[in-house]
């Protein structure tokens, strides 16, 4: 069985960091994209970050440069996005996804599998 499990979400001020992590089990995680896509509410999901499977390659939407770094450990199956210097909108639930294609990794339609969330707040 798939499973992508999210953690490391909470509450945090302006201007302070958090860690997601994402524990992925059930599938051949060396072989699949990773990404973070987040939904705030009564908005659309929004890719945020990428890592490729080839060579582990980055990639982050603009608001986020800079500011968030994405890893992943292949070795534990487990993926990560560090977040610095977090602002207000970046409030949201943060999904890890996994896919095997080949389409465009920012394309948040693409991914095959979806972890249940982690919810992040930024506020004072």
């Known amino acids: 069985e798939v499973q992508l499990v999210e953690s490391g979400g909470g509450l945090v001020q302006p201007g302070g960091s958090l860690r997601v992590s994402c524990a992925a089990s059930?599938?051949?995680?060396?072989?699949?994209?990773m990404s973070w896509v987040r939904q705030a509410p009564g908005k659309g999901p929004e890719w945020v970050s990428g890592?490729?499977?080839?060579?582990?390659?980055?990639y982050y939407r603009d608001s986020v440069k800079g500011r968030f770094t994405i890893s992943r450990d292949n070795a534990e199956n487990t993926m990560y996005l560090q977040m610095n210097s977090l602002k207000p909108e970046d409030t949201a639930v943060y999904y890890c996804?996994?896919?095997?294609?080949?389409?465009?990794?920012?394309?948040?339609?693409?991914?095959?599998?979806w972890g249940q969330g982690t919810q992040v707040t930024v506020s004072s």
């Open positions: 996804a996994a896919r095997f294609g080949s389409s465009c990794l920012r394309d948040y339609r693409s991914y095959n599998f």
């Open positions: 059930g599938f051949t995680f060396g072989s699949y994209d």
């Open positions: 890592i490729s499977r080839s060579d582990g390659s980055t």
